[in-house]
């Protein structure tokens, strides 16, 4: 059985609307395990077993109604946009409460909405003057928006190894990856857990590079009492369907650098400058469009003033489970620094495979039968995996920077131990607002029976 007739890898990763998860999920996972030669269904295993695979009680006996995403504030901001006689962004009513209310949760000078968390991305790497052979070091571990922008600047992406438990860049590795040609960092704050942003700083800073900030997954996360999206010199959010807060598809890319800052708009729209004469006319930068029209900027708006109670109960749900499990022989919670705010768009945990006597996938598989919303890992594999990479066919199966001599990059040469362990050992857990803390608490219940009844 696939993940999809329970809930759907999306669903699974950000816990979207209408879903119920418990009593629901039981039949279907506990017959995904019964596979041949697996330890969870051998005789011996069977006998004294009260695990829910084998027919005994689920550990999770709440269940989540996960509720409506949308409603009254959206319906009032759709209606107002209706109102008016353009729903163009620039000048739009509800593209600027947009970016006031943006400014409230990530406070800098300069905004620009846009269609998409990769054309924030996008905007950023263009407005910080990024080209043809300039490296740009990021996770492996992230999704594939992450660097999509940087490849069609022409630039490289140069993936660095992430923590063990944090999931987000190993700074020291970072600083090994730096060459002559490094021109900046994208820091993914993976989960919405927060980076080490003062470490990357002053490593960018000691060598000159923009520091971006990634925060698709972290609307409402917190570095050290910072908003996130402010140290960097960019902070790039997105609006997507499965983030925390969304309209379907949005972006919104943000900074206070004097000199980058006013290249925000040209770069997401066309390379037109909007604003004063200060460029003179006519095009003088060259960039695609990734405007934001006033629909989804009147649902994003209005979804911002759920944004702190989402963010608030996320954090705690997770610390909740963190705090829970982190006793169990054998688990590793996810880490965060006690100073910051993650907000957990998933949770997961990591398994130390040689305390089991199951395989990772099989203890996602029996949780799931506890009444678990888990899976096995997250992304199929490190980005530098995918076929794409391993070919170097970004552009009609070529890459122009390789053939002309700019990189020597294989990306099938490329090797990050720790991104790889952390995808083979990990188990992802839905964390939603719409949780009680009971419901948490019979999780890490959960966790416990199956890790002790498969301790070695
Ligand atoms: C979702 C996501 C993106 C891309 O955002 P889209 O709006 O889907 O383009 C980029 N980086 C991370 C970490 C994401 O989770």
Known sequence: MSEKQTISRRQFVAGTSGLVLGAAMHGGAAKAAETPRSPATSPAAKKKSDLAIHG?????????????????????QLDAMLQQDTLFYWGGPQTKLLIERFQQVCPVKYVQTCSSGTAAIHIAVAAAGIGPGDEVITSP??????????LYQQAVPVFADLA???????????RRKI???????????????????DALKALA?????????????????RYRGRPIGTVGHFGCFSLQNSKHVTCGDGGVVGSSHEEFG??????????AFRTARREGGGFRRFATNYRMSEPQAAVAAAQLTRLEAIAAKRARLGNLLSEKIAHIPGI??????????AVYWFYMFRIRPEAFRISRDDFARVLRAEGVPAAAGYIHSCLYGEPVFREHGFFAGRWPVREFGLTQMDYSKVKCPEAEAILATGIRVTIHEGMSEE?????????????KHFAV
């Open 56 to 76: 005994g009680k689920p550990a999770v006996t709440h269940s989540a109604s996960l509720g409506r995403r949308w409603g009254d504030p959206e319906r009032r």
């Open 141 to 150: 571990v992230t999704d594939i928006g992450t660097v999509i922008g940087v």
């Open 164 to 174: 063990p438990c944090t999931y987000n860049l190993d700074v020291e590795d970072v």
């Open 179 to 197: 060459t002559p040609k490094t021109k900046a960092i994208i820091a993914v704050h993976l989960t919405g857990n927060p980076c080490d942003l």
């Open 205 to 221: 800073d000691q060598h000159k590079l923009i520091l971006i900030e990634d925060c698709a997954q972290a609307w409402g996360a």
């Open 262 to 271: 006013p290249l925000l708009q040209p770069f997401g729209d066309k390379g």
């Open 332 to 341: 590793r919670p996810h880490e965060v620094h006690p100073q910051d705010r």
């Open 439 to 451: 419901y948490i608490l019979d999780v890490a219940k959960a966790i416990e029976k199956v890790a």
